[in-house]
């Protein structure tokens, strides 16, 4: 690493890459066994590869430093935040003074003027605002999210660029992702092949249950727990404003806490719901798990160094789960996430929906979002009739959703719907439709 005085701001000084040299250019017991050493792969890094990292936080900060020491030039980095002074104490490519801005802005500048030859090029941009001609354009896409449905829309993007033909799919059309995620000590480290191995709705259980829920359930049809929390939160806080207007609701308040508790309470009550407990409700409210930087550099590490073995071909990449954690000692091990035949993302097969004809699409829409295999957020409902496309029901569009609310009621005879009827649904954890197939059941 560059520390100070001038050592030419591209070119590269005697030695700088003697330490990735002694992996690329000799051969050794734990090489690939079709790698043929050369000079080839570190040139093939420091000038062609293309990385993007998708999340500029707590494991964005570590991922584009490790690449960028590890001699990737070409990063680009997406990142929609912009800088909060609760990040400064991990996120260590951000100073005070750069509060307010742009995540992916600073961190690029950072690695740019701290790297000589390195060049990331920032988007402060969602990952949805970005299309598909971006995406394809990387060699390896290394994710650094704390939102499994952001993770999803990803995997749904590059599970969307596959290219079959015949059924057969044409390796080079595969993008392999990276995906680092942290909840506290907890951490895991993932490779995959999409479309060859494992993605990551073909392992949506053991991702914890949600925790948004659809809004008219939470004012009208409450039936978990959590609902009822829910509505107190969002819609009785702001209404009731228990301690002054513009208090806003503060989880590490136990006062806070104990009115949202009593409310959520009081609403279970009404529609005779078990479960709500102190701290459930506090569970519910904050949400936030805190981030601990020592695992975001263990799980960091662990994803730029599958990162260098693919871009290099020189080791066998991670097959593919790693599970980190440091709760109580330290704890880690790597196991073989399966495909599953029926995964509605990756499997090419429309997944059945078993349902009796005198279900009620309510159902089938909380099928779709509680169901631990799909876990959907908002979906929209469409099948073709008569030739004509039919929007069932949609959430996201206010009056839409108002003109198909009362189809939740209906039947599916009722709504027409036949034994092996495609139903088309859409969702913001995946940028393609999903197609299901209607199957009766008597
Ligand atoms: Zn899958």
Redesign the pocket.
Known sequence: MLVDGDAGSTSDWDDRWNHIKKFLERSGPFMHPDFEPSTESLQFMLETCKILVIGAGGLGCELLKNLALSGFRNIHVVDMDNIDVSNLNRQFLFRAKDVGRPKADVAADFINSRVPGCCVIPYFKKIQDLDETFYRQFHIIVCGLDSIVARRWM?GML?SLLVYEDGVLDPSSIIPLIDGGTEGFKGNARVILPGMT??????LELYPPQINFPMCTIASMPRLPEHCIEYVRILQWPKEMPFGDDMALDGDDPEHIQWVYQKSLERAAEFSITGVTYRLTQGVVKRIIPAVASTNAAIAAACATEVFKIASSAYLPLNNYMVFNDVDGLYTYTFEAE??EN?????QVPSDLHFSPSSKLQEVLDYLTESTSLQMKSPAITTTMDGKNKTLYLQSVASIEQRTRPNLTKTLNELGLADGQELAVADVTTPQTVLFKLCFTS
Request: proline share 0%; hydrophobic share 25%.
């Open positions: 995997n599970l494992a993605c990551i709705d073909c392992t495909r599953k995964c509605s993302a990756c499997s």
